[in-house]
């Protein structure tokens, strides 16, 4: 571990620790609105079955996830409890913000009570579009921030260097 | 439609109420066979309300809220930014049971033996936005008038908890006004807009999926 | 994690001990207060619920809510009618068709249109089977809330059933968006009636399973029996609606009492009513409620007629002037639209009376005296749906 914090870490064991990360997400349900309830299904349901690509929900805090999905509409009032839940969650970490309204506010667009989007607080990895998307879509989203993470390099996002994801 | 419900039934209701309030029962719509409003003053609101469970029967909560009569100052805020505000258009319009305020309140609950239901409304003047809570009549009341307060600035007197329901306390204006701006929608103009506006020499057909991301 | 600085080792010290004083804060004089939410698994969504204690007991406990506050009656005044009927959807997310309905309903009265038979037909089947889809979904949830997992994976497995014809028919698996003034966007796909029924006789199934599973569950009774007791008059103080009232003994169906243009009075079925108005009484009112849908389903399936699915309307939708109240039993309980229109595109105020809205009101009066778990057995059991009662 030591080699990640001092920035210098092999080529091969960079693979190696982000294989076995991407393939071992702790994912945090931030369900809010009706995108909860298709979270629900693709991360609860026999049907869709979130563990066969290797992500694991309902971890007992945020503090043991390594990836939050926000889904659904995300208020004023509720902005406060979303900017500690990112703050609580152990680095790396990752979000996925799942539905027009977390997205952009979607429907809510001129609501006086709804955020336009949750990336104005945390910043977002991956987004999936959709009213509520479909189970599928966000099992999508997440193979997509599997292969993010692949080509991550741990000793930049240590050192605070900007990302690049090629 | 129900045939119980006749409008002899309805003007029944009425003349009874008529008797018991007298001259506090301002004015009333009928539409037969379907819906009763009547409109109260303002010292009555909560005896109306104890008549109607007691001795009319309407037994069974539906809702408090308002209503704010004023015109939009912004249209429906379909114009673009760059054209002005267009200003208020015309005189305050009220419903049915008629209106002499801007804001009135106005409550419903229904009659489980006789399958219908009566809203009742009441004026506020503009200078004093209150009037009795109806907590004593319908315990239910009381998350009805707190969203009412917030959301239009009525004071409900008796109120034993009126702080904000929904919106976080640093919220300023109370949005169900009418004056009360959207400002995303003038900031960024409605994406919608080419749907409503009419077509020269025709018509055209309002989208639904509009306004969906 | 072996090298921890000291660094580290503060910040999560003072992390944990800032949300420990968050969550349980310790008031003298009055008990412990705890705070269930805003994000809690029992609420499903955000809401929170403020519980003062005296030891394992309820001194008094207080909903907050506003998370999912999105302002659906201001955003009304400024759509057209048609644009309505897409935001409404979401108000009630497990239950989307169902809450189109009484809005189309009032525009229509106003308009003094009427939908042709064959439209107020498949509006019927819809709203049952929007019913079915939510209420399944109660009843592993509530199972769930009382520590039995496996329910859940039941109902989210068999409610898909119900959800691909609602897809097939309408194109959307959560917010059809199917109504129109005067009718229905389409007609039925070829194959459907069949697929529906054949769907059915899967719900069916999947209530015999939870009453073996839940409802015979000696722990699911101890848990639910005699816990959060509502008598009916309170029930109608508080404007409670739906299975929550019928589960206290009141015989009140607005399908069967106050039928608004659709086809309830057409069919044969009843009204069920249980007269504890415990939690258990309302989760079995919920599942036989479930088998009354499949019954009214198949009925109407059988009796289906044809014709067209849309009445003539002007291209240009406006209402006139006037006001309108229109309530139907939805899956939560009484759903009505207070519509105010002026004549213009779109409604000058639109007052939205939900269920749970009404139905969660009752939580402080029945939650006192009760302990902590029975907390969670009364809001699983009120069953709420967080947009349905913020808007």
Known sequence: MGLVESGKLPKPLTSLLNTSRKYSIWIFQWGLACCAIEMGAAL???????????????????????????????TDKIVPA????????????????????????????????????????IPVDVYVPGCPPR???????????????????MAERWRGEPLVVS | MDAVATDAEREQIVADLRDRLGDALVGFHIRPGDDLWVRVTRDVWQEAGMIARDH??????????????????????????????????????????????????????????????????????DDDLSVATWIPVFAGANWHEREAREMFGITFVGHPHPVNIYLPGQFEGHPLRKDFPLLSRHVKPWPGIVDIEPLPGGSSEPSSEEGEA | MTAVSDRQKLAYVNSQAADGRVNLEFETEEGMTLNLGPQHPATHGT???????????????EPVMGYMHRGYEKLTEVRTYPQ?????????????????????????????????????????????????????????????????????????????????????????????????????????????????????????????????????????????????????????????????????????????????????????????????????ARFWVRLQEIRESCNIVEQLLDGLPAGPYMAKVPRVIKVPEGEAWV?????????????????????????????????????????????????????????????????
């Open chain 3, 84 to 280: 309505v009927t897409t935001l409404i959807n979401r108000i009630d997310w497990l239950g989307s068709f169902a809450n189109e309905v009484p809005f189309i309903l009032a525009a229509e009265k106003l308009m003094e249109i009427e939908a042709p038979p064959r439209a107020q037909w498949i509006r019927t089947i819809l709203f049952e089977l929007s019913r079915i889809a939510n209420i399944s979904l109660f009843v592993g949830d509530m199972a769930l809330h009382i520590g039995a997992m496996t329910a859940a994976f039941y109902a989210f497995r068999d409610r898909e059933f119900v959800l691909n014809q609602i897809e097939s028919a309408t194109g959307g698996r959560f917010h059809p968006n199917f109504n129109r003034i005067g009718g229905l966007k389409d007609d039925l796909p070829k194959g459907w009636v069949a697929d529906t029924k054949a769907s059915l006789e899967r719900i069916r199934d999947f209530c015999d399973e939870m009453e073996i599973l839940v409802e015979g569950n000696e722990i699911f009774q101890a848990r639910t029996r005699g816990i959060g007791v509502i008598p009916s008059e309170i029930a109608l103080q508080f404007g409670l609606s739906g299975a929550n009232l019928r589960a206290s003994g009141v015989d009140w169906d607005l399908r069967r009492d106050q039928p608004v243009g659709l086809v309830w009075d057409k069919v044969d079925w009843k009204v069920i009513t249980h007269p504890d108005g415990d939690s258990f």
């Open chain 3, 327 to 391: 309530a139907t039993e939805n899956p939560l309980g009484e759903m009505g639209y207070y519509l105010v229109s002026q004549g213009g595109l779109g409604p000058f105020r639109v007052k939205i009376r939900t269920a749970s809205f009404n139905n969660v009101s009752v939580v402080p009066w029945v939650c006192r005296g009760v302990y902590v778990p029975d907390v969670v057995t009364i809001l699983a059991s009120l069953y709420f749906i967080l947009g349905d009662i913020d808007r």
């Open chain 2, 56 to 125: 009319l029967g309407f037994r069974a909560f539906e809702f408090v809220s308002a209503i704010d009569w004023l015109p939009s100052p912004f249209g429906k805020g379909e114009d673009s930014s760059l054209d002005p505000i267009p200003q208020v258009a015309g005189d305050i319009v009220t419903g049915y049971a008629g209106g002499d305020t801007r804001f009135q309140v106005f409550a419903r609950a229904h009659s489980l033996s006789q399958h219908m239901g009566i809203t009742l409304k009441v004026d506020l003047p």
């Open chain 1, 135 to 153: 189970p599928e879509a966000l099992l999508e989203g997440i193979v997509l921030l599997q292969e993010r993470i692949g080509k991550e390099d």
């Open chain 3, 47 to 61: 809401l929170r619920i403020v519980v003062k204690l005296d030891g394992e007991q309820v001194l008094s406990c």
């Open chain 1, 82 to 121: 979303i900017r500690r839940l990112y703050d609580q969650m152990p680095d790396p970490k990752y979000v996925i913000s799942m539905g027009a309204c977390a997205n952009c506010g979607g429907p809510y667009w001129d609501s006086y009570s709804v955020t336009k989007g949750v990336d104005q607080i």
């Open chain 1, 44 to 74: 609860g349901s026999p049907r869709y079955d979130v563990m066969r690509l290797g992500v694991i929900p309902l971890p007992a805090s945020p503090r043991q996830a390594d990836l939050v999905c926000i889904s659904g509409t995300v």
